[in-house]
Each structure stands twice: as C-alpha cells, then as structure tokens.
C-alpha cells in the first residue's frame, strides 16, 4: 500500500504550475497597453509638402485639409465656417494642445490660413503645419 502512495506523491510534485507565468505574461501585456503611444489620424489621406527642417510633435487636434480644400477634424469632414468651434470643442477637452494642420501639398494656402487663424483666435500660440521631411 505504501507504494502506491509514493506513487501518487511522485505524480503530483512532477507537475509543473504555470500560474506565475501567466502572471508574469498579464502584467507585461497591462505594461505594453498602458504605455503604448495611440497615433491620432485626420481621418482623409494627404499628401504633405516636403521640408528640408521638420520637428515631430505629439499633437492631440489634428486639422486636415485635403487636395480639394476640404476640412477634416477628428475623421469628420468639417464646414469651414465651423472649424473654429470644432477646435474650441476639442481645445476644452485638451486646454494646453497644440494645433498641428495636415495640409495637402495641392491645397490652397487661402483654406490653410482661414484654419490657422481660426485656431490662433482661438488663443492657441502653438499652431504648426505637417511636413514630409526629405
């Protein structure tokens, strides 16, 4: 009998608990998400102009301003008369961000301006334009 149970205690100490591996795997993938920087989207592709001197920024309202001279906030297309209460809504959401205007290389300077102004009203100091750097 005393076999049998030596035996059983054999079995039972060859297992092997995977508990704080697991453990270990859940607190790497809460460190990944937590620290994992979201890339904001315009929410229309554009073909940004090159610059030889080009800085990056970590923007939270991006403006578009597509080829056709469309204005694009937060992935919506946006009324130019309304651009300024669009960033006003974002801009209380986050006081200290800057502006960053996405304008497409083919775009007129005319929309770029009225959307620069619009924020600069606004008492936004930190207004940039995007750039490809070459």
């Known amino acids: 009998m005393s076999s049998r149970k030596s035996s059983a205690d054999e079995d039972l ?4 608990d995977l ?5 270990v795997v859940f607190i790497m993938l809460i460190f990944f998400i937590v620290t994992a920087t979201f890339i904001k989207e315009p929410g229309v ?3 940004r102009p090159d610059a030889n001197t080009a800085a990056v920024k970590n923007a939270k309202i991006l403006v578009a301003i597509n080829a056709d ?3 694009w906030i937060d992935k ?3 009324d130019p008369q309304f651009v300024k209460d669009q960033i006003e809504l974002l801009m209380a ?3 200290k961000s800057p502006v960053i205007i996405q304008a497409d290389a083919k775009s007129s300077i005319k929309t770029l301006n009225e959307v620069a102004q619009a924020a600069r009203s606004l008492g936004i ?4 334009i995007a750039v ?3």
């Not at 100490?13 to 092997?16: K, L, Q």
């Not at 508990?19 to 453990?23: A, E, F, I, Q, Y």
Request: proline residues 7%; negative net charge; aromatic residues 0%.
């Open 13 to 16: 100490g060859a297992t092997i």
């Open 45 to 47: 592709e554009i073909d």
């Open 69 to 71: 001279n469309k204005v």
């Open 19 to 23: 508990t704080p591996m697991l453990d």
């Open 76 to 78: 919506n297309e946006v």
């Open 93 to 95: 959401e986050n006081p």
């Open 125 to 128: 100091l930190d207004v940039s």
């Open 132 to 134: 490809q750097k070459e």
